[in-house]
């Protein structure tokens, strides 16, 4: 079966950094376009980044661009989330996302983003 897994969720103050993991099980992992999304309360879920199935190209959301970056190690069946420069409205329940065309898409059960002082 599939599990997308996540990790490295938590609480940070203002301008400080986390990042995330989620390591995916039950798919050919280098075969999936990559993504995060995030839902904040009370706002609709949205795309934060996307990689591609070898990293070539990538895509972020306006509102993080500069200041996160996505990668992935195909080797380790993961994908990564680097946040720096932390924002209160970076706020949010962030979720782990794998597509394929022709076989449907994965998601992750989140993982809890705080940035408060």
């Known amino acids: 079966q599939v599990q997308l897994v996540e990790s490295g969720g938590g609480l940070v103050q203002p301008g400080g950094s986390l990042r995330l993991s989620c390591a995916a099980s039950g798919i050919t992992f280098s075969s999936y376009t990559m993504s995060w999304y995030r839902q904040a309360p009370g706002k609709e879920r949205e795309l934060v980044a996307a990689i591609t199935r070898t990293g070539g190209i990538r895509n972020y959301a306006d509102s993080v661009k500069g200041r996160f970056t996505i990668s992935r190690a195909n080797a380790k069946n993961t994908v990564y989330l680097q946040m720096n420069s932390l924002k209160p409205e970076d706020t949010a329940v962030y979720y782990c996302?794998?597509?394929?065309?022709?076989?449907?898409?994965?998601w992750g059960q989140g993982t809890q983003v705080t940035v408060s002082s």
């Open positions: 996302n794998a597509a394929r065309n022709t076989y449907g898409q994965y």
